[in-house]
Every structure is written in C-alpha cells, then in structure tokens.
C-alpha cells in the first residue's frame, strides 16, 4: 500500500494532479479570449453588436461551436465592460468554459458565480 501511495504521488509531481491538468487546458482557452480581446477592444459600439450577426453567420455557415468560443467569448467580455463597467477575470473566463462544456466546478466565495453564468 505505501509503495502504491509513493508511486502515486511520484506521478502527480511528474505529470500534474488531475484538476492541474485540466485546469492548464482550460485556462488555455482563457488566454485565446484574451488574446482575441486585443482587437474587439477596438471595436466601435456598432461594430460590437454587429460581431453577434457575423458569429451566428459563421455558426450557420459550418464553423464548430469550439472554433467561436473564444470569439464569442471575447464579445461578451467587451460588452460587459462597456455596459455594466465589469471585465470578466481569467477565472471567470475558465468557468465560463467548463460550463459550456457541461460540467461543474466549484468557485470560491467572491470569484463572481454569477457573472460567470
């Protein structure tokens, strides 16, 4: 049993414990938000709202739902600092991710629970 339990921890130093790994796979979604951010930042208010036509048309035409995420994602995130002065935060964005998926995951109290949905 304790040779179990050293090999076991020896693999997680290695490799990571499960929640790591996929939290490092989710945040890398976060990061392609923020990098896609850099230009609907830029965006006028109008050209803003026209990005929601333009994700559906691409939605219609074909494009995977995991393909728009980040887009879309990043639309969201620049609507809600222009209208409510709130910019969603990294782990908000990775919530946001894991509830598209379809799972759960649990936030600290004050991380903004609500926002994320």
């Given at each position: 049993m304790?040779?179990q339990?050293?090999?076991?921890?020896?693999?997680?130093?290695?490799?990571g414990?499960?929640?790591?790994?996929?939290?490092?796979?989710?945040?890398r979604?976060?990061?392609?938000?923020?990098?896609v951010?850099?230009?609907?930042?830029?965006?006028?208010?109008?050209?803003?709202?026209?990005?929601?036509d333009?994700?559906?048309?691409?939605?219609?035409?074909?494009?995977?739902l995991?393909?728009?995420?980040?887009?879309a994602?990043?639309?969201?995130?620049e609507a809600?600092?222009?209208?409510?002065a709130?910019?969603?935060?990294?782990?908000?964005l990775?919530?946001?991710?894991?509830?598209?998926?379809g799972?759960?995951?649990e936030?600290?109290t004050?991380?903004?629970?609500?926002?994320?949905?």
């Open positions: 304790a040779v339990q050293t090999v076991s921890k020896l693999f997680e130093k290695i490799f414990s499960r929640n790591a790994r996929l939290l490092k796979k989710l945040s979604v976060a990061d392609s938000v923020e990098f951010e850099q230009s609907v930042s830029k965006l006028s208010d109008d050209d803003l709202r026209a990005q929601t333009q994700l559906k048309q691409r939605i219609k035409d074909g494009t995977p995991d393909e728009v995420f980040a887009d994602l990043a639309v969201v995130r809600s600092k222009r209208a409510q709130h910019r969603h935060f990294h782990c908000q990775v919530g946001g991710k894991v509830l598209y998926d799972t759960v995951a936030m600290k004050g991380e903004g629970k609500t926002i994320v949905c």
